[in-house]
């Protein structure tokens, strides 16, 4: 069974930094690109940050470019978000996942799995 075990999310003050961490099924890795992603309340969930299968490639929303770094470690099957400048727009869960987001038929219908995801709030 595929697992996505986000954590390190928290509270912080706008400006400081928090580092998540992505543990996942060891299946996933050396395969496939991952990313993390975040979902806002009242927003759709978003793809933040990618890494390409190898970590030689890798993408972000504009927002968060200069001030988060994604990384992986195949070997251990884990996967960083490195959060520096943290704006209160940065409020929300965020989750790890392939990218695009791994899916698996259930009630006659493709759902993609996903884990519980790690809260960050960043206040003013």
């Known amino acids: 069974q595929v697992q996505l075990v986000e954590s390190g999310g928290g509270l912080v003050q706008a400006g400081g930094s928090l580092r998540l961490s992505c543990a996942a099924s060891?299946?996933?890795?050396?395969?496939?690109?991952m990313g993390w992603y975040r979902q806002a309340p009242g927003k759709q969930r978003e793809l933040v940050a990618g890494?390409?299968?190898?970590?030689?490639?890798?993408k972000y929303v504009d927002s968060v470019k200069g001030r988060f770094i994604i990384s992986r470690d195949n070997a251990k099957n884990t996967m960083a978000l490195q959060m520096d400048s943290l704006e209160p727009e940065d409020t929300a869960v965020y989750y790890c996942?392939?990218?695009?987001?791994?899916?698996?038929?259930?009630?006659?219908?493709?759902?993609?799995?996903w884990g519980q995801g790690t809260l960050v709030t960043v206040s003013s």
């Open positions: 890494i390409s299968n190898n970590g030689s490639h890798t």
């Open positions: 060891a299946n996933m890795f050396s395969i496939n690109a």
């Open positions: 996942n392939a990218d695009p987001p791994i899916a698996t038929m259930s009630h006659g219908a493709y759902v993609e799995i």
